[in-house]
């Protein structure tokens, strides 16, 4: 599925773009304004994201928080808070590992596979920058101690960093022909894993503001293309798999030979 012209969509019925499929002067032509074009780097680097979700209402709802339109990358649009994977995060002690399942998703590019401290790393860059962008430190309350500035605000509040309650729902890489390129992995877990909310949000400032959304109302919002399709790709698996099991295959987006290809690993 592309795009439902608004004048067939039913009344009330947000507009639906899903990448899959795409040209690569389509995918070019929808991100324009979220990338700087150009010549970037052969390779991408790893980075997270976490998609935060709430389920103590009748509905399910997401936090999102929008980036300043100051920014090179994703000007002004709704994203979940995220960034780079940093070396750090992979020696960082947590209170209990990822789930084998979860720790499968994670995969190498073409013939190289990842280390286990790499696996470790990309999810808890997405723990690191929650924190950063949002004052939300996941884990669950206890004495810590590290030895990165990094996840110092842990050791602060108390908060010792965990794994197994986080899920991989999607991995995404950033098409060819963009300055910032990045192979990222979106990290979901439940708002309940939030040991503890900064009340003066992160240090970084990054997020101008910070909403929870129903998950049908935030695909209307301001947001790029991507967030759009795996927020549709949400919305249907937690139709099938509410809890998010581990073993659930994920899509994983990316372009070959022109196209915007998505596949289930």
Not at 18 to 28: C, Q
Not at 115 to 121: E, F, G, I, L, V
Not at 193 to 214: F, I, K, N, R
Not at 240 to 254: A, C, E, K, Q, V
Request: hydrophobic residues 40%; charged residues 30%; aromatic residues 6%.
């Amino acid at each position: 599925m592309k795009v439902i012209p608004k004048r067939d969509m039913p009344r009330g019925m947000a507009e639906k773009i899903h990448a899959a499929g795409m040209s690569r002067a389509e995918v070019d032509a929808h991100e324009n304004k979220d990338f700087a074009l150009g010549a970037g780097p052969k390779r991408p680097r790893h980075a997270a994201t976490l998609i935060l979700l709430d389920r103590s209402g009748t509905e399910t709802t997401v936090l999102m928080g929008r980036r300043s339109r100051k920014h090179a990358f994703m000007p002004g649009r709704l994203v979940f808070p995220g960034g780079r994977t940093d070396r750090d995060d992979g020696r960082v002690t947590t209170g209990d590992e990822l789930h084998t399942d979860v720790a499968a998703k994670l995969l190498g590019s073409g013939s190289r596979s990842l280390t286990d401290a790499r696996k470790r790393a990309i999810v808890l860059s997405a723990v690191r920058e929650t924190y950063e962008e949002a004052g939300l430190l996941l884990g669950r309350p206890g004495d810590y101690a590290c030895k990165s500035a990094s996840w110092q605000a842990f050791a602060d509040n108390h908060v010792v960093p965990t794994l197994s309650n986080l899920r991989i729902i999607a991995r995404a890489i950033t098409p060819p022909g963009r300055v910032r390129r990045f192979d990222t992995y979106f990290v979901a877990a439940w708002r309940d894993s939030v040991a503890v909310a900064l009340p003066d949000g992160g240090p970084t400032h990054e997020l101008e503001e910070l909403v929870w959304l129903p998950i049908d109302k935030a695909m209307g919002e301001e947001v790029p293309m991507i967030t759009k399709t795996i927020l549709q790709d949400l919305e249907r698996r937690l139709i099938n798999d509410p809890g998010l099991s581990p073993s659930h295959p994920i899509p994983f987006y990316r372009m070959h030979h022109g196209k915007f290809l998505r596949d289930l690993i």
